[in-house]
Nanobody
Framework: QVQLVESGGGLVQTGGSLRLSCVAS????????VAWFRQAPGKEREFVGA????????YHADSVRGRFTISADKAKNTMYLQMTSLQPEDTAVYYC??????????????????WGQGTQVTVSS
């Protein structure tokens, strides 16, 4: 069993930056693929980025590539999402996730076993 706790969300102006953190307060993420998703009001949960457990390759959604960077320090049981050049359309609740996720399911929310409670990111125009 893994419990994930996010932090770092908040209100930022367009063009600003935030760094989200997600720590496993129980269990370990060392053997899992870890990911960030986001969900805006009235929209489906959307893949943002992931780090594969096997090899550590990183993946980012086209909508955030070049602006957001996912990373992880598995020795600290923590993953991060560095967000730069934030835009109003980035406003959403951001969730971290972990699981024994096969590659074909990596970008789908139901490919993950464990979720954090979410942290709100609001970008003002």
């Amino acid at each position: 069993q893994v419990q994930l706790v996010e932090s770092g969300g908040g209100l930022v102006q367009t063009g600003g930056s935030l760094r989200l953190s997600c720590v496993a307060s129980q269990g370990t993420i060392r053997a899992y693929t870890v990911a960030w998703f986001r969900q805006a009001p009235g929209k489906e949960r959307e893949f943002v980025g992931a780090i594969r457990s096997n090899g550590g390759n990183t993946y980012h959604a086209d909508s955030v590539r070049g602006r957001f960077t996912i990373s992880a320090d598995k020795a600290k049981n923590t993953m991060y999402l560095q967000m730069t050049s934030l835009q109003p359309e980035d406003t959403a609740v951001y969730y971290c996730a972990a699981g024994r996720t096969i590659l074909s399911a990596m970008r789908t929310w139901n490919g993950y076993n464990y979720w954090g409670q979410g942290t709100q990111v609001t970008v003002s125009s």
